[in-house]
């Protein structure tokens, strides 16, 4: 997992509140990404940043929010929208090339 | 659209024995294929990659893969299975775009038995 934090790795949500996950990272990378995994789903690509300032929507954008103020961090909220929130969250980052390094994830449970 | 397949959800094989994870892809262009492994509740760790060169690409923990172009296959392998390599994997491939995102299959849960 190398020098990627992600924070807490357990949350739990009520129904209707918004909450934000914590990835950060010391591996001076410019390219940051946001995936989700569900069972038998794979990942599935959140949102993405390749530089600071800057971050497109990936393939399932809807009822998430993110940030890119600084390079280390890049926060994930998740909003009341998200129907379905319950998943493992993995953040990762990219350097010049192709290879991504992976956070140890954060499980989040709706209660 | 690009894609990635995983085509079985588990593979058993008896520690000692070869091992193989399938992968078939659909990409526009060469495609930029990768191998990554997941142990229960842990971020995803890189084995390997295919960029260009030789098909036969050789990465981490003795995993190799072979990348066949006619199959658009990209099939990981390695000579002789441990316990230790039972966990989930994953093939991915950069999408085509330019855009530097990359499409993962849904993993394949590799099981060794001793």
């Known amino acids: 997992d190398g020098g990627i934090t992600q924070s807490p790795k357990y949350l739990f949500r009520k129904e209707g509140q918004n909450v934000t996950l914590s990835c950060e990272q010391n591996l001076n990378h410019d390219a940051m990404y946001w995936y989700r995994q569900d069972p038998g789903q794979g990942l599935r690509l959140i949102y993405y940043?390749?530089?600071?300032?800057?971050?497109q929507k990936g393939d399932i954008a809807e009822g998430y929010s993110v940030s890119r103020e600084k390079k280390e961090s890049f926060p994930l909220t998740v909003t009341s929208a998200q129907k379905n929130p319950t998943a493992f969250y993995l953040c990762?980052?990219?350097?010049?090339?192709?290879?991504?390094?992976f956070g140890p994830g954060t499980r989040l449970t709706v209660l | 659209a690009q894609s990635v397949a995983q085509p079985e959800d588990q593979v058993n094989v008896a520690e000692g024995n070869p091992l193989t994870v399938k992968c078939t892809y659909s990409v526009s262009g060469n495609p930029y294929l990768f191998w990554y492994v997941q142990y229960p509740n842990r971020g995803l760790q890189f084995l390997l990659k295919y960029i260009t060169g030789d098909n036969l690409v050789k990465g981490s923990y003795g995993f190799e893969a072979e990348f066949n172009k006619s199959q658009t296959s990209f099939h990981l392998k390695k000579p002789s299975a441990l316990v230790s390599d039972s966990a989930l994997y994953f093939c991915a491939v950069r999408d085509a775009s330019g855009t530097y995102k990359y499409i993962f299959g849904t993993g394949t849960r590799l099981k060794v038995l001793a």
């Open positions: 990762a980052t990219r350097l010049s090339g192709d290879t991504q390094y």
């Open positions: 940043s390749q530089i600071v300032n800057d971050f």
